[in-house]
């Protein structure tokens, strides 16, 4: 018995939705019935005060009729017999007071405020459901709109990225060609100055045996720095040798020929030198250059 009155007792989960749901109902249109509440006292303060208002005026009204009669009466009976005829004749005079034509009071003695009252309440009822009515078809616009701009909201978001990571893949993309023309070309300036080593080595190596200690001599002279006055002195003094063929013979005569052949190829190798060096500092300063540009458009 116990048990089954606890069970009795305890509210099913759909009571309680209804009732939490009744609640919030009631809560919501509270402020509502109170505003309407006090619109309908106003409204009904007005309507009495109107109806005392006409019921007022009809009694002064007809007390006013019954004075004038009064007076009227007073003065018919003042007056002597034989002025009959002559009262006949008279025209009568003007009431003091305008006649009003009273109010239309409805059938029966008293007004019946209760269906007044009642007809007031099923309007108010009325405009109440309208206005409720009103409130959550705009209830259910609002939240269509609020749906549809997560929806936009979601569908930019995606767009966004999916724009991103296009640009991403492109940027990687670009890199990566970056670094492959980059790599392509230091090969290409690597195999071309390797061809370039190997010419000038098989260039040198077919023009005597005195290459050897010219390559020495540049060895040394590389090795020891000397200053510009030192090497201007030098560079005259060594073309600045006397000849010296009055007492020569022939086999003489060869040798200071081949000393001297020997000389200008060691000026025509240096000057060879000299060009090759140039033209591969060009070709760098141009490579370095066309990198910084490159590099400052990224």
Known sequence: MRARRAHTHCPSP???????????????????CVLLAAHLHTAMSDIE??????????????????????????EEEEQPVYEDETEEERPKPKP????????????????????IHRKRMEKDMLELHTLID????????????????KDRIERRRSERAEIQRVRAEREKDRQNKIAEERQRKEEEEAKKKADDEAKKKKVLSGMGANFGGF???TDLRKGKRMTGREVKKKTLA???????????????????????????YQLESEKFDYMEHIKHQKY?????????????KL
């Open 238 to 264: 060594d073309r600045r040798q006397p000849l010296a063929i009055d007492s020569m013979r022939e086999d003489s005569l060869r040798q200071r020929a081949q000393e001297l052949w020997n000389w200008i």
């Open 284 to 296: 760098e300063i141009i490579v370095l250059l066309n990198r910084i540009q490159h590099a400052q």
């Open 215 to 217: 390559l020495a001599k």
């Open 14 to 32: 759909s009571a309680l939705c209804y009732k939490s749901r009744l609640l919030c109902t009631v809560v919501t249109l509270l402020p509502v």
């Open 134 to 149: 009103v409130h959550f078809e705009q209830r259910k616009k609002d939240e269509e709109e609020l749906i549809g701009l």
């Open 96 to 115: 003091l007071v305008p006649q009003i034509a009273p109010p239309k009071i409805p059938e029966g003695d008293r007004v019946d405020f209760d269906d």
């Open 49 to 74: 005060e109107e109806y005392e208002d006409q019921a007022e005026e009809e009694v002064e009204e007809e007390e006013e009729e019954e004075e004038y009669e009064q007076q009227h009466e007073e």
